[in-house]
């Protein structure tokens, strides 16, 4: 009998307002075959704020995500984590995490900014998962008239005749 590979371990992150439901979506995708999923949802209070207090709205939010992410890891029967971080900005929160363990994937749900992107670069691998908008309308689905471009653009210099020697 061969053993099983050890379980590869993700560690996703919501960046900014992500619907609950996209989170979930992305959560289950990461679920799937032997994986252990840390979900981190990070709580971003300003310098002003004791880290400890978030607003009540900020609270239900925060509630209903880890609420989405807790029903897409528990439906397959998965291990995993699921833990709503304070701090100061989502690279801390995910730094916190990675303290307890590095992933073998980072999976960051909604628009991930490029400071973010690049603090990432050297830590492991990851990957941005986020919200893609679909036509609502039968107007929107209509394809652009092509526009044509000249070949070459002449530029400030090619305007003139060439000089006469």
């Known amino acids: 009998m061969t053993p099983l590979p050890p379980p590869t371990r993700y560690l996703v992150c919501p960046t900014r307002r992500v619907k609950p439901e996209l989170l979930a979506e992305a959560v289950a995708e990461v679920a799937a075959g032997n994986c252990y999923v840390h979900v981190v949802i990070p709580a971003v209070l300003?310098?002003?704020?004791?880290?400890?207090?978030?607003?009540?709205?900020?609270?239900e939010r925060?509630?209903?995500?880890?609420?989405?992410?807790?029903r897409a890891v528990?439906?397959?029967?998965?291990?995993?984590?699921?833990?709503?971080?304070?701090?100061?900005?989502?690279?801390?929160?995910?730094?916190?995490?990675?303290?307890?363990?590095m992933p073998d994937e980072i999976v960051l749900v909604g628009a991930a900014p490029w400071r973010?992107?690049?603090?990432?670069?050297?830590?492991?691998?990851?990957?941005?998962?986020s919200e893609r908008t679909a036509p609502t309308r039968a107007t929107d689905r209509r394809t652009p008239a092509p526009v044509s471009l000249p070949a070459q653009?002449?530029?400030?210099?090619?305007?003139?005749?060439p000089p006469a020697a």
């Open 46 to 59: 300003p310098a002003t704020m004791p880290i400890s207090a978030y607003p009540r709205r900020l609270a």
């Open 62 to 70: 925060l509630e209903a995500l880890r609420a989405a992410a807790e």
């Open 74 to 101: 528990r439906a397959p029967m998965r291990r995993g984590r699921i833990e709503i971080t304070p701090c100061r900005s989502v690279q801390s929160a995910i730094g916190q995490a990675i303290e307890q363990g």
């Open 116 to 129: 973010l992107r690049r603090a990432l670069r050297g830590v492991a691998p990851f990957r941005v998962v």
């Open 153 to 161: 653009t002449p530029g400030r210099h090619r305007t003139a005749s």
